[in-house]
């Protein structure tokens, strides 16, 4: 079955250390998207990728970095300098920026600082 | 910049009882989302609105789109336990990046 797979579901993060969310998806879709749920609130677009080697800054990318070296991939490292991480993230995809369909999502990665 | 709202934001109502809720938006927005969101859970698609007239039906909740007035609404029929969740919707707009804007979401609990 075609989807979007998040790992992990749950992930713990001290203080100044850099962690990375996996985000991969065998929908054959071009572009894909990160983006931070705080509870009770709506999302907020960290990055996205529209194409392969390419991507580009969201409203919130200051402390995070993403890579989309292979289609099916689109980690997000959350880094040190994010001083508030803890929050629900949340990737999706579409089959390219121009979408009938809107987005797939994943399953979520909650991450909490510890 | 498109900015898309949505009122009311929390919504408490009985079941059997029908009620809407509603999606502006600033600027032209091509097309129109509604998704749903369990407590905890991911993003599931509801409806896409493609044009101005749009309507569509699933089960108890009805989606239309009013491209004139900026304004999509989901009108929730003979409200079920079921469908208590978070309900957002999302404009799209090339002249925004090609990308979806979100709104603030409803949260929507419906009491036995």
């Known amino acids: 079955d075609g989807g979007i797979t998040q790992s992990p579901k749950y992930l713990f993060r001290k203080e100044g250390q850099n962690v990375t969310l996996s985000c991969e998806q065998n929908?054959?879709?071009?572009?894909m998207y990160w983006y931070r749920q705080d509870p009770g609130q709506g999302l907020r677009l960290i990055y996205y990728?529209?194409?392969?080697?390419?991507?580009q800054k969201g409203d919130i990318a200051e402390g995070y970095s993403v890579s989309r070296e292979k289609k099916e991939s689109f980690p997000l490292t959350v880094t040190s300098a994010q001083k508030n991480p803890t929050a629900f993230y949340l990737c999706?995809?579409?089959?390219?920026?121009?979408?009938?369909?809107?987005?797939?999502f994943g399953s979520g990665t909650r991450l909490t600082v510890v | 910049e498109l900015k898309v709202e949505q009122n009311p934001l929390f919504l408490s109502m009985q079941e059997g009882k029908n009620y809407t809720i509603y999606c502006n938006y600033s600027?032209?927005?091509?097309?129109l989302y509604w998704y749903r969101q369990d407590p905890g859970k991911s993003l599931e698609s509801l409806f896409v609105l493609l044009s101005n007239g749009a309507v569509k039906q699933e089960g108890r909740l009805m989606a239309s789109l009013d491209t004139k007035a900026r304004l999509s609404t989901l009108h929730i029929t003979a409200a079920v336990h079921d469908l208590s969740a978070t309900y957002f919707c999302a404009g799209w707009s090339m002249e925004y990046g090609n990308k979806l804007v979100f709104g603030a979401g409803t949260i929507l609990r419906v009491k036995s």
């Open positions: 929908l054959n879709h071009d572009a």
């Open positions: 990728s529209q194409i392969v080697n390419d991507f």
């Open positions: 999706a995809s579409s089959i390219g920026p121009s979408t009938n369909y809107g987005y797939t």
């Open positions: 600027t032209t927005s091509d097309r």
